[in-house]
């Protein structure tokens, strides 16, 4: 009886040893790290163009090595590599790839209060070019894998890092290039990147959002030809007139409003944590009698929340003529456009053909890097579930779907069957318009947030990947 007890008591203890949780880091001395390491990656002038990530890569590639983590480099260009980590789980699931860029958008320092690669600490803010694009990813995203060996915490998946070039315009030599030569290298079953985010507003978080999928970016051209002559003598058949006429008509149009999974359960939670009016707005999305008068309160006053509506066309480029007196015999107007996940490009294409209905006016697809369309990444996974358990910890706030009207290298993956969703950390919904926001000249995040967004992704990675 007693060895038969003491058998008893040692496998209780294995099944509880078994169930028990990763190591809970000791974050007021992980911070210090963590801050370093951010620091040191925006000290790095990473701007695309020209795209110099090496040295970045060089950094990253050094701090896994020597914690004796598995690292590997592809490149088109030998200045702009993509490194590649990983850490071996046993195999019960198919792996986790957490994706980040090193490059930035270019910068003009004489408009920095800061110089943009000092990365000055000011008022408990982190200034820098990249400082929420997206080398906030980065730092956390090698934190993460620091951590997960550090602590030496059993995996049922591989975790991957990939530490992408090109995302800010040269996609060929970075995930392009990684999706159709290195596949196998970052295959996964899910994906964690940039494209969410955590709002805040007047300091108080509202609401997390997690980014399922994206539209399309395309370009369209609207070419008006016309005669020429002199400008003293106004032509009504002018390629500037006929052209004006052009952007007036697709301005004023409005393509269908359609609705999907994650746009469907976006608004619906937007209602959940609003009131009064702007809660009935958000209901009304899905009220046919209603939406109408909706969309155009949106389209007046919240133009981002009509564009998760419907695909999209705005005229940004306009050009014709090169001198006053001279009435030029073509003039173009190229329109951002961004589709919905699943419009027919052509079909769209020709939509717009009718409603400019001008045959002096060709309507044409233009040259654009057009991301790929890809599977809706679900939101009643087990993915989305951690992240949601992770910001109720962390924020106390709703988690809630979002369709990205931008466009993220998550599109290449989507195209693969991967499962991705984007995060990232509490910005101030005031930051934007302030001019603090990304790509702007004074771009910065809140160290603290910084901090509480490690937080956030290490639960969320470790009830996705560790072994229960």
Not at 141 to 164: G, T
Not at 298 to 316: E, G, W, Y
Not at 386 to 397: F, G, I, K, M, P
Not at 412 to 438: H, M, N, T, V
Request: aromatic letters at 6%; hydrophobic letters at 40%; glycine letters at 8%.
């Amino acid at each position: 009886m007693k060895r038969l007890a003491a058998g008893l008591i040692l496998v209780l203890a294995s099944i509880s040893l078994g169930a028990q949780s990763p190591a809970v880091p000791n974050w007021s001395a992980i911070e210090a790290d963590t801050l370093k390491h951010f620091q040191a990656l925006l000290r790095f002038d990473t701007s695309d163009p020209p795209g110099r990530e090496r040295e970045a890569v060089d950094y990253l590639a050094g701090v896994l090595k020597a914690e004796g983590i598995e690292v590997q480099e592809f490149s088109t260009e030998a200045h702009r590599p993509n490194l590649v980590a990983r850490l071996k789980g046993s195999g019960a699931k198919r792996p986790l790839l957490l994706m980040a860029h090193t490059d930035t958008v270019n910068v003009y320092p004489e408009r920095w209060t800061f110089p943009p690669f000092s990365a000055t600490i000011d008022g408990g803010y982190a200034y820098g070019r990249g400082a929420v694009d997206d080398k906030d990813n980065v730092a956390t995203s090698l934190m993460v894998m620091l951590l997960l060996k550090r602590l030496n915490v059993p995996l049922d998946r591989d975790v991957i890092f990939l530490a992408e070039s090109g995302e800010e315009g040269s996609t060929q030599v970075g995930i392009q290039f990684m999706v159709n030569e290195h596949l196998p290298a970052i295959d996964a079953e899910y994906c964690l990147a940039e494209g969410g985010g955590v709002s805040r507003i007047g300091g108080v978080v509202k609401y997390a959002s997690v980014q399922t999928l994206e539209k399309r970016p395309y370009a369209i051209e609207l070419v008006a030809r016309g005669p020429a002559g002199h400008g003293s003598v106004p032509l009504e058949t002018s390629a500037v007139t006929h052209l004006a006429q052009a952007v007036a008509a697709v301005t004023k149009w409005q393509p269908e409003i359609r609705l999907n999974e994650t746009t469907s359960a976006f608004f619906s939670r937007m209602a959940e944590i609003s009131s009064g009016e702007e809660a009935a707005r958000y209901r009304a999305v899905a009220d046919p009698t209603k939406v109408a008068e909706a969309d155009a309160w949106f389209r007046r006053f919240d133009p981002r929340m009509a564009a998760i509506l419907r695909s999209t066309v705005a005229p940004n480029i306009v050009t014709g003529g090169n001198r006053v007196n001279v009435i030029p015999s073509e003039a173009i107007a190229t329109l951002d456009t961004r589709v919905l996940p699943d419009e027919d490009i052509n079909a769209f294409v020709d939509q717009v053909r009718k409603v400019v209905n001008d045959p002096a006016v060709e309507v044409r697809l233009g040259k654009r890097n057009a991301r790929p369309g890809g599977v809706e990444a679900r939101i009643d996974s087990e993915v989305f579930k951690a992240l949601e358990a992770s910001v109720r910890t962390h924020y106390n706030a709703p988690t809630l779907p979002s369709m990205s009207t931008g466009a993220t290298d998550m599109a290449y993956l989507r195209s693969k069957g991967i499962q991705c969703y984007g995060i990232g950390p509490a910005i101030d919904a005031e930051d934007g318009p302030k001019g603090f926001g990304a790509h702007s000249d004074q771009e910065r995040i809140l160290v603290s947030e910084l901090h509480r967004f490690l937080r956030v992704y290490w639960d969320a990675v470790t009830t996705i990947a560790a072994r229960k």
